[in-house]
């Protein structure tokens, strides 16, 4: 059902942002500039994607979840309460993000299929907006082999 779809992609989505704003708060190291940056922006552009996926929820006549506990219910990207090393930081949000890819792209033929062309619309955003993450993520971890 779509819009259990959407709560996914909204309490993941939290779950995503929130770690990529601790790691933006605690990174450490040579390029701490650069990965302090990064993760920020990183931040901030899903964050900016979690009112509009609410919403859409609410336009599916369902309600919206907004707490802690239910985004830990919902969500799959999993929570971090360690200070990896910068190195797996990147290593971590890339793998979130390939789950994120997995998801939207999911949901993209769910709403696709219930003939949700808005909602479709929507989601094709996130898969690349996702898909640019990995990029650079990928990106960055290149010349730490
Ligand atoms: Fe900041």
């Known amino acids: 059902m779509l819009a259990e779809d959407l ?6 989505s939290y779950a995503y942002q929130l770690k990529a704003h601790y790691f933006h708060w605690n990174v450490e190291g040579s390029d701490f500039a650069q990965l302090h940056e990064f993760f920020g922006e990183l931040y901030q552009e899903v964050f900016g994607s979690i009112d509009k996926t609410a919403e859409l929820v609410r336009q599916l006549d369902e309600y ?3 707490s802690f506990d239910r985004f830990r219910a919902l969500s799959i990207i999993d929570g971090q309460t360690k200070v990896p090393r910068a190195k797996l930081m990147l290593e971590e949000l890339l793998e979130d993000t390939n789950k994120m890819l997995d998801l939207t792209k999911r949901v993209f033929t769910v709403a696709e299929e219930e003939n949700q062309q808005g909602i479709a619309d929507f989601i094709a955003g996130r898969i690349d907006a996702f898909a640019k993450h990995a990029w650079m993520l990928r990106s960055f971890l290149k010349a730490r082999d």
């Open 7 to 12: 709560k996914v992609v909204l309490a993941s």
């Open 64 to 66: 919206a979840p907004g």
